[in-house]
């Protein structure tokens, strides 16, 4: 049985981020290359919309993923406030700009991929809304976690935001089945079988696995800095071998 | 109950107070979230009187007119249709038989005067060659049925 709370440490969590994040990265380049491969050369042409159907290869692994990381983020900060670890505030603050990174991408990918198709690069249905509002709320997270000096009550604060927001996922998730939006329903979803060809899923799936090993990577190398920038009067800060010059 | 059970009936019990209140919202503001209406919900009165509004719906085989840079087609759900008069270009992706979304106002006579036409791409993606076979299957079925 591992001893979670060892971990909830972060002088034991900060060597052991050290040790995994090189893996995740090596595994997002090798995902990300082959997927990358597929969607350029493998993949078909679509039958309607050419080769501009493309952008999906970002876009959709893009999104899953903004609204992956919010959740999260939500789970962290149940775990923060609830046990009052110091470890899950850093860990919220550590996803947040991977989250709003890809929210971005989604949106903006979104809008390249409606103006040729749809005709606009972008409406206010309840789809593009709701992802922006996403966009935003990660935007809020960043902005009041750093105007509040005391870091454990950012943390704090920063948590409510993460469980007020977590609301929105699921809206955004079914926005296309409640309500008439210009955006299409889900082509993959875990209820039905996929409305894409074959190799076309493969590559979107091998981006969203890239996109994941990205996340994770880049989470636990900012977490890092943010245990050293927080942790710099604790005596194992100063031991460590990076700091010895 | 400890003080860390305590915090977690307070974060769960507020999660699911603000999952109501959203759930209540966004029952209230219903119809101001939709998008477009559909023929159907035309024809029953539902959409706005008086003002701009959008239909969204599938364009009609066989019913697109071009006149210049007029383009007259039917929109339609397989229920009810609206005839549609459009100046302007088209997106791409606008053909017969596939998804519209119209913006604009319903004459009188049930003319549908639209200002913007958005092209809207259903959930599909293949290529090329497995369209054509699903055509044909299509094609098939319909000989055999006769």
């Not at chain 2, 009187?49 to 383009?71: C, M, N, Y």
Request: aromatic letters at 14%.
């Amino acid at each position: 049985m591992i001893n979670w709370f060892k971990f909830a440490s972060p002088a034991s969590f900060y060597p052991l981020a050290g040790k995994l994040w090189p893996w995740f990265a090596a595994l997002a380049t090798a995902f990300c290359a082959a997927g990358l491969w597929i969607s350029f050369f493998v993949a078909p042409t679509d039958f309607q919309q050419g080769e501009g159907y493309r952008i999906i290869f970002i876009h959709v692994p893009a999104s899953w993923m903004s609204m992956f990381i919010y959740c999260v983020m939500a789970f962290w900060a149940v775990i923060g406030i609830t046990f009052n670890t110091r470890l899950s505030g850093m860990m919220c603050a550590a996803l947040a700009p991977t989250g709003a990174l890809f929210a971005f991408l989604s949106l903006w990918t979104g809008a390249l991929w409606g103006k040729p198709m749809w005709g606009t690069w972008w409406v206010w249905d309840a789809r593009l809304t709701s992802e922006l509002i996403l966009f935003f709320l990660y935007l809020g997270y960043i902005a009041l976690t750093s105007a509040i000096d005391d870091p454990r009550r950012a943390d704090k604060a920063g948590a409510i935001v993460a469980l007020v927001g977590v609301v929105n996922v699921p809206i955004i998730y079914f926005s296309v089945k409640w309500w008439n939006t210009l955006h299409q329903g889900a082509s993959v979803s875990l209820t039905k079988a996929p409305s894409m060809a074959t190799t076309m899923l493969w590559g979107m799936l091998l981006m969203a696995l890239a996109f994941w090993m990205y996340s994770i990577a880049m989470s636990l190398y900012r977490v890092r800095a943010i245990i050293l920038e927080r942790e710099h009067h604790a005596g194992w800060v100063a031991e460590l071998p990076e700091m010895q010059r | 109950m400890k003080p860390r059970q305590k915090r977690l009936a307070i974060v769960v019990g507020g999660v699911a107070a603000i999952g109501i209140a959203a759930a209540l919202i966004l029952n209230a503001f219903q119809s101001n979230l939709v998008f477009f209406f559909t023929p159907t919900q035309v024809a029953s009165g539902e959409a706005p009187q008086g003002r701009a509004f959008r239909i969204g719906g599938l364009v009609k085989e066989g019913s697109l007119q071009r006149t210049d840079i007029t383009a007259r087609f039917v929109v339609t759900d397989t229920a009810k249709e609206i005839p549609v008069t459009y100046k302007g270009i088209l997106p791409d992706l606008f053909s017969e038989g596939k998804g519209v979304v119209a913006q604009g106002s319903i004459g009188p006579d049930g003319l549908f005067t639209a200002t913007e036409v958005l092209a809207k791409h259903d959930e599909n993606y293949m290529p090329p060659e497995a369209q054509a076979a699903v055509d044909k299957a299509h094609e098939a079925s319909r000989t055999l049925k006769q």
